[in-house]
């Protein structure tokens, strides 16, 4: 059974919110290399590779279900100016919490057409935004635990050996 053309345009709509979630964590992270925290910028930096990681396998996906890739415009992320270090910090826990909204109303989708490969295909993606939030969650805490005790400059340098 091919997908649907709702669950292509869904896709497709995907592919550009993953290819936008990239632009913001790229934005964030030329935000904080700029401040001169290397930390943030190369967790940001690493977030935005992910992301396009995340595009990619939808478009492996349509690929092989031999429906046609469209990409749209991605927009450019409000940013370079944040209020301070714990703005890009929230915005990311909301961000998250946007995709997550996005992919359940794919499976949505897919439940109501019967798409179980789709659905299956989507679980992957609901358990990395389970990891996505949480992971946002815990930085903003870390982050907030930091700033406290003075300890910012630490946290960075602790982001700095994410591999
Ligand atoms: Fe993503
Ligand atoms: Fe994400």
Redesign the pocket.
Known sequence: MQISEKITALINEQINA?LA?AYL?QGIAEYYAFAGYVGFAKWFKA?AK??VE?AEKFIDYLEEQGKKVLLSDIKAPSNEEYRDLREPLEI?LT??EH?TALIYGIVAQAKEERDYGTERFLDWYVK??VE?EAN?RALLGEYDLAKEHGEVLHLDSKLGKRE
Do not use: C
């Open positions: 993953e979630s964590y977030q992910e992301e995340h990311q961000h998250e995709v990395e935004q996505e946002a």
